[in-house]
């Protein structure tokens, strides 16, 4: 027999024993009074009798609540008895084990420590122990109780028609092995009759003819109580309350539910705001204490913080005491806090006299348990400071007076700009206190009724503007709407007319833009409406910059800026005006809202040098030039060369009527006898004077200097689309590509020249001319087969990939349309690995060059100073004969006369191999074989 199995029937030999009395109804006329009122025994659920939540909730009374308890059961006890609120005994230390955690000894221990003691080492709700002492012996309400009900005080070991077991007997034997055992049951579910989770065939009553009935259990605490009391009680006993039902009945688990519904309430758990149905009042439950809730602002805060309103029996009622009146003012017992209840958030009294300034007693407190603060959350301290219902009017409360602010902000601003948290003043407290002054509005915010559509701007403390539009409150910093008042509230305050962009402060001339005023210093408003603000207001918002002359503004993500001018908003279409129109330097620009920039009326645009317009019912844009001609233009391309910005102001044909129409735009430009080309947003300068065939215009002064310059370019004009690494030259009025970097550096003399980035559509207008091919470029005409490398005025045909590997030239050609290489000479002699430099032979191998003092025989190739000077000259000097190497097949060959001798004898091969001071270059295979005899 496994030590599982032993358990197992150990297991089951104690449910049977625990059995016993528990067949039988309570015999309340011994034991005590019935209760009053005996629990709803319609709501009693076979398969779930108690939950989990409750059952296994060992925290839900202390020892003196537990003590409390037990003597409010026994009032009186007959002379020569001890009932349970007096009985005491000596106890044994138990050690821990794995369902119970230690238990400590003591002597002369009562019964409400001894149960505390059990339920917090087994993890037993005191509530379920309690309950089960009742059940079993009646304890709790016995007045004349014999020590036999205390030897076997919770029925454990006595099984039904037998005599109880005596190792199970004591008091504190019986609490401990019961509590011990429902753990056991927890801690092995499947070894047990009865299972959560499953159907269970229940009899209705020790007597098997009596019948038995499934039951699906569904939780483990309700497998436990069938688990240790085996019988369901039958619909007799249900409906006999706590009397006698039939024959078949059974009241074990009955009586459990009666006594635990009828004393602490719902075997389920419950809210804190419960009712009874046989009475009107709503109660907040604290512990084992009952407080009416009297008020419907109570009530509100109570349900919203704890949940809904929980039904219970009246019975249950009974069993609690009843305390104070539930006020929305609690404490924590454990830090001594008065806090009031609100929105399910406590904010703490940091005095009492705070409290009565609220209409509350610090002694109206109500203490919570920790449980039912857990569920609730710390807001800040409470202030005086309050709302009153659904108003948003915050009401400063001071010696019985109410001082009125139209929100919280406006309250704060007028009082050091805090003031902690604002709490609802309950209506019957608000109406004893005295409603002084007007209500005040904080300077600079937004106010409105509901039945008024118009917003208006506060001054402080008198008057008020209406607001044009949204735009300009967020010109002035205010983006967080508008306070909803009274229309005796905002009545109070004058109206002065409507708010304009710009106001006077103490004398001084502003302009309200990104929530700041900047100073005009001139004075002028040209010829805008002007609001005179009250110093409050003027101090409330930030000044910061100066306008020095004029007026000049742009719309936020905007690039384009107006001059403010009699009234009108004028563009001002160049920088170059702009800073024209400011003196010569750049202006304070102000940054305002798109739909401020609307409101005001438009002049006519500002024409400045190096700007764009399009007259209406034209076709034609133009480039303003100066300050009488224009110059047609071409293309947006081109524009964008100038680094002009991308569409143009349209313009009357009245207003460029002045300006001379001089003819097309080119990209070359004459500024002042300097000549200049136009790319990429700015002008380069060109020192030799020469447009390479290009069509040039002649710009004013002052176009010139609205333009960017940057870069001069010492010799011939080079173009590239920028990041691309192809180069163009610009010639005759062509563009000619140039393929390669040698050409590059032999048309600028040898240095790398400037380099103007434009446009791919730029580079794609101009005329398309043959392209520039350099010295040391192999190249290979479209239709064509041959490769060629570019000599000076030379094209060699190159015989072999070989030979340009060796040669270093790689194996990449640039493919040049046909006839492209027409003007180069060709060569009579073939591309050849030997080279002359400065009058020097040199032979290529892989790219490195050796010295030789002897073509043997082959024809070599002259190269032009600058290939000579980028050669890797690294090779071995070869001062005799000339052996070569195939780079593939490893043969050795003899040069001699020209030609490549393969060299049979392997004997001789060896030899020369072994020889250190013999030279041997590697060549490629195919030039071996292009020279072999």
Same mark, same amino acid.
């Given at each position: 027999m496994t030590p599982l199995k032993r358990f197992v029937t150990i297991s089951a030999m104690v449910v049977a024993l625990i059995a016993g009395l528990l067949i039988s109804p309570v015999n309340l006329g011994l034991w005590g009074s019935a209760p009053s009122h005996a629990a709803d025994l319609s709501k009693f659920d076979a398969g779930d009798i108690i939950s989990d939540q409750v059952f296994y909730d060992s925290a839900t009374m202390t020892e003196g609540e537990i003590a409390d308890f037990i003597k409010k059961k026994v009032p009186t006890c007959r002379s020569g008895y001890t009932c349970l609120d007096a009985y005491r005994e000596n106890t044994t230390a138990r050690v821990a084990d794995s369902y119970c955690k230690a238990l400590s000894g003591g002597s002369n221990e009562s019964a409400a420590r001894i149960i505390y003691k059990v339920s917090t080492a087994c993890g037993i709700n005191p509530q379920v122990l309690l309950v089960t002492l009742q059940k079993e012996q009646g304890l709790l309400t016995h007045e004349w109780p014999s020590t036999w009900r205390y030897t076997i005080a919770m029925g454990f070991g006595c099984p039904d028609g037998?005599?109880?077991?005596?190792?199970?007997?004591?008091?504190?034997?019986?609490?401990?092995?019961?509590?011990?055992?429902?753990?056991?049951?927890?801690?092995?579910?499947g070894s047990f009759n009865y299972r959560a989770g499953q159907n269970n065939k229940i009899q209705w009553h020790p007597n098997a003819s009596c019948g038995s009935s499934t039951v699906y259990i569904r939780n483990q605490a309700t497998a436990g109580l069938y688990n240790y009391t085996p019988y369901r009680p039958n619909s007799a006993a249900l409906t006999a309350g706590y009397g006698l039902g039939d024959s078949c009945s059974s009241y074990g688990n009955r009586n459990f539910y009666n006594y635990f519904?009828?004393?602490?309430? /719902?075997?389920?758990?419950?809210?804190?705001?419960?009712?009874?149905? !046989?009475?009107?009042?709503?109660?907040?439950?604290?512990?084992? &204490?009952?407080?009416?809730?009297?008020?419907?602002?109570? %009530?509100?805060?109570?349900?919203?913080?704890? @949940? @809904?309103?929980?039904?219970? /029996?009246?019975? %249950?009622? *009974?069993t609690l005491s009843t305390g104070a009146p539930a006020m929305a003012i609690v404490k924590d017992p454990s830090t001594g806090d008065i806090m009031l209840l609100q929105d399910s958030t406590l904010h703490r009294f940091p005095s009492c006299a705070l409290a009565e300034t609220w209409g509350y007693s610090c002694a109206m407190d109500i203490d919570l348990t920790q449980d039912q603060l857990r569920a609730l959350k710390r807001g800040p301290d409470m202030s005086n400071y309050a709302s009153v219902a659904s108003s948003t009017t915050v009401h400063k409360l001071s010696g019985g007076k109410m001082y009125p602010y139209a929100s919280a902000q406006?309250?704060?601003?007028?009082? @050091?700009?805090?003031? @902690?948290?604002?709490?609802?003043?309950?209506?019957?407290?608000?109406?004893?206190?005295?409603?002084?002054?007007? &209500?005040l509005f904080a300077p600079a915010t937004l106010a409105k009724t509901g039945s008024d559509k118009n917003v208006y701007f506060m001054g402080g403390k008198s008057s008020k503007w209406r607001l044009p539009s949204w735009a300009m409150a967020r010109d002035f910093g205010i983006s967080g709407g508008y306070t909803e008042t009274s229309a005796m509230a905002l009545s109070a305050y004058t109206t002065s007319g409507d708010l304009s962009m710009f106001v006077n402060c103490g004398g001084s001339l502003y302009l309200t833009n990104s929530g700041k005023l900047t100073l005009v210093k001139s004075g002028s408003s040209s010829g805008m409406r002007t609001t005179n603000l009250d110093p409050l207001t003027c101090d409330r918002l930030p000044k910061v910059g100066a306008f020095s002359q004029s007026v000049f503004v742009r719309a936020h993500g905007h690039p384009e800026v107006y001059l403010l001018e009699d009234g009108d908003l004028r563009h001002v279409v160049s920088r170059k005006a702009l800073i024209a129109l400011n003196g010569g330097t750049q202006p304070t620009i102000g940054l305002i809202e798109t739909g401020s920039l609307a409101s005001f009326a438009t002049g006519a645009p500002i024409l400045g040098p190096a700007t764009l317009v399009k007259a209406n019912g034209s076709p034609d844009v133009y480039f303003v030039d100066?300050? /009488?001609?224009?110059?047609?233009?071409?293309?947006?391309?081109?524009?964008?060369?100038?680094?002009?910005? !991308?569409?143009?102001?349209?313009?009357?044909?009245?207003?460029?009527?002045?300006?001379? !129409?001089?003819? *097309?735009?080119?990209?070359?430009?004459?500024?002042? /006898?300097?000549? %200049?080309l136009a790319g990429s947003g700015q002008l380069t300068r060109i020192e030799s004077g020469d447009s390479a065939g290009f069509d040039v215009t002649e710009l004013q002064a002052s176009t010139c200097a609205a333009l960017d310059k940057g870069g001069t370019i010492s010799g011939r004009v080079f173009v590239r689309v920028a990041g691309a690494p192809e180069v163009y030259l610009l010639e005759a009025g062509h563009v000619r590509h140039v393929v390669s970097t040698s050409a590059l550096l032999a048309?600028?003399?040898?240095?790398?020249? &400037?380099?103007?980035?434009v446009s791919s559509a730029t580079l794609n207008s101009y005329e398309l001319g043959f392209p520039v091919l350099g010295p040391g470029t192999l190249v290979k005409e479209t239709s064509k087969s041959e490769v060629f490398l570019i000599i000076g005025d030379q094209k060699i045909r190159v015989p072999t990939w070989g030979v340009a590997i060796d040669l270093g030239l790689g194996t990449t050609y640039t493919s040049v349309p046909d006839e492209s290489t027409q003007g180069y000479e060709r060569s009579s002699t073939d591309l050849s690995p030997m080279v002359m430099c400065s009058g020097e032979l040199y032979i290529g191998a892989g790219g490195t060059f050796s010295s030789i003092n002897s073509s043997h025989g082959m024809k070599y190739t002259q190269l032009d100073p600058g290939m000579c000077g980028s050669l890797d000259y690294s090779g071995p000097t070869i001062a005799n004969r000339l052996i070569v190497e195939d780079g593939a097949s490893g043969d050795l060959y003899l040069v001699e006369n020209g030609e490549f001798n393969l060299v049979k004898d392997n004997e001789k091969v060896k030899d020369m191999k072994g020889h250190d001071d013999l030279v041997i270059l590697t060549l490629d295979s195919r030039t071996i074989s292009a020279y072999a005899g």
């Amino acid at each position: 027999m496994t030590p599982l199995k032993r358990f197992v029937t150990i297991s089951a030999m104690v449910v049977a024993l625990i059995a016993g009395l528990l067949i039988s109804p309570v015999n309340l006329g011994l034991w005590g009074s019935a209760p009053s009122h005996a629990a709803d025994l319609s709501k009693f659920d076979a398969g779930d009798i108690i939950s989990d939540q409750v059952f296994y909730d060992s925290a839900t009374m202390t020892e003196g609540e537990i003590a409390d308890f037990i003597k409010k059961k026994v009032p009186t006890c007959r002379s020569g008895y001890t009932c349970l609120d007096a009985y005491r005994e000596n106890t044994t230390a138990r050690v821990a084990d794995s369902y119970c955690k230690a238990l400590s000894g003591g002597s002369n221990e009562s019964a409400a420590r001894i149960i505390y003691k059990v339920s917090t080492a087994c993890g037993i709700n005191p509530q379920v122990l309690l309950v089960t002492l009742q059940k079993e012996q009646g304890l709790l309400t016995h007045e004349w109780p014999s020590t036999w009900r205390y030897t076997i005080a919770m029925g454990f070991g006595c099984p039904d028609g037998a005599p109880c077991n005596e190792k199970y007997y004591g008091f504190q034997n019986q609490l401990y092995l019961a509590a011990r055992q429902f753990q056991i049951y927890k801690a092995w579910p499947g070894s047990f009759n009865y299972r959560a989770g499953q159907n269970n065939k229940i009899q209705w009553h020790p007597n098997a003819s009596c019948g038995s009935s499934t039951v699906y259990i569904r939780n483990q605490a309700t497998a436990g109580l069938y688990n240790y009391t085996p019988y369901r009680p039958n619909s007799a006993a249900l409906t006999a309350g706590y009397g006698l039902g039939d024959s078949c009945s059974s009241y074990g688990n009955r009586n459990f539910y009666n006594y635990f519904t009828d004393w602490f309430g /719902s075997t389920h758990k419950v809210g804190w705001v419960v009712k009874s149905p !046989d009475r009107p009042e709503v109660y907040f439950v604290t512990g084992q &204490t009952k407080h009416h809730i009297q008020t419907q602002y109570a %009530y509100r805060e109570y349900r919203r913080s704890f @949940g @809904g309103l929980s039904a219970v /029996s009246e019975g %249950y009622l *009974k069993t609690l005491s009843t305390g104070a009146p539930a006020m929305a003012i609690v404490k924590d017992p454990s830090t001594g806090d008065i806090m009031l209840l609100q929105d399910s958030t406590l904010h703490r009294f940091p005095s009492c006299a705070l409290a009565e300034t609220w209409g509350y007693s610090c002694a109206m407190d109500i203490d919570l348990t920790q449980d039912q603060l857990r569920a609730l959350k710390r807001g800040p301290d409470m202030s005086n400071y309050a709302s009153v219902a659904s108003s948003t009017t915050v009401h400063k409360l001071s010696g019985g007076k109410m001082y009125p602010y139209a929100s919280a902000q406006d309250a704060a601003y007028y009082n @050091g700009g805090a003031i @902690g948290f604002v709490a609802i003043l309950r209506d019957e407290i608000a109406s004893k206190y005295t409603v002084v002054g007007k &209500t005040l509005f904080a300077p600079a915010t937004l106010a409105k009724t509901g039945s008024d559509k118009n917003v208006y701007f506060m001054g402080g403390k008198s008057s008020k503007w209406r607001l044009p539009s949204w735009a300009m409150a967020r010109d002035f910093g205010i983006s967080g709407g508008y306070t909803e008042t009274s229309a005796m509230a905002l009545s109070a305050y004058t109206t002065s007319g409507d708010l304009s962009m710009f106001v006077n402060c103490g004398g001084s001339l502003y302009l309200t833009n990104s929530g700041k005023l900047t100073l005009v210093k001139s004075g002028s408003s040209s010829g805008m409406r002007t609001t005179n603000l009250d110093p409050l207001t003027c101090d409330r918002l930030p000044k910061v910059g100066a306008f020095s002359q004029s007026v000049f503004v742009r719309a936020h993500g905007h690039p384009e800026v107006y001059l403010l001018e009699d009234g009108d908003l004028r563009h001002v279409v160049s920088r170059k005006a702009l800073i024209a129109l400011n003196g010569g330097t750049q202006p304070t620009i102000g940054l305002i809202e798109t739909g401020s920039l609307a409101s005001f009326a438009t002049g006519a645009p500002i024409l400045g040098p190096a700007t764009l317009v399009k007259a209406n019912g034209s076709p034609d844009v133009y480039f303003v030039d100066g300050s /009488s001609e224009r110059h047609r233009l071409p293309s947006w391309v081109l524009a964008r060369e100038f680094g002009l910005p !991308d569409g143009y102001d349209a313009v009357g044909q009245i207003a460029l009527s002045p300006y001379k !129409d001089t003819g *097309k735009l080119s990209q070359f430009v004459r500024c002042e /006898s300097r000549l %200049y080309l136009a790319g990429s947003g700015q002008l380069t300068r060109i020192e030799s004077g020469d447009s390479a065939g290009f069509d040039v215009t002649e710009l004013q002064a002052s176009t010139c200097a609205a333009l960017d310059k940057g870069g001069t370019i010492s010799g011939r004009v080079f173009v590239r689309v920028a990041g691309a690494p192809e180069v163009y030259l610009l010639e005759a009025g062509h563009v000619r590509h140039v393929v390669s970097t040698s050409a590059l550096l032999a048309l600028n003399g040898g240095k790398m020249p &400037t380099l103007v980035n434009v446009s791919s559509a730029t580079l794609n207008s101009y005329e398309l001319g043959f392209p520039v091919l350099g010295p040391g470029t192999l190249v290979k005409e479209t239709s064509k087969s041959e490769v060629f490398l570019i000599i000076g005025d030379q094209k060699i045909r190159v015989p072999t990939w070989g030979v340009a590997i060796d040669l270093g030239l790689g194996t990449t050609y640039t493919s040049v349309p046909d006839e492209s290489t027409q003007g180069y000479e060709r060569s009579s002699t073939d591309l050849s690995p030997m080279v002359m430099c400065s009058g020097e032979l040199y032979i290529g191998a892989g790219g490195t060059f050796s010295s030789i003092n002897s073509s043997h025989g082959m024809k070599y190739t002259q190269l032009d100073p600058g290939m000579c000077g980028s050669l890797d000259y690294s090779g071995p000097t070869i001062a005799n004969r000339l052996i070569v190497e195939d780079g593939a097949s490893g043969d050795l060959y003899l040069v001699e006369n020209g030609e490549f001798n393969l060299v049979k004898d392997n004997e001789k091969v060896k030899d020369m191999k072994g020889h250190d001071d013999l030279v041997i270059l590697t060549l490629d295979s195919r030039t071996i074989s292009a020279y072999a005899g």
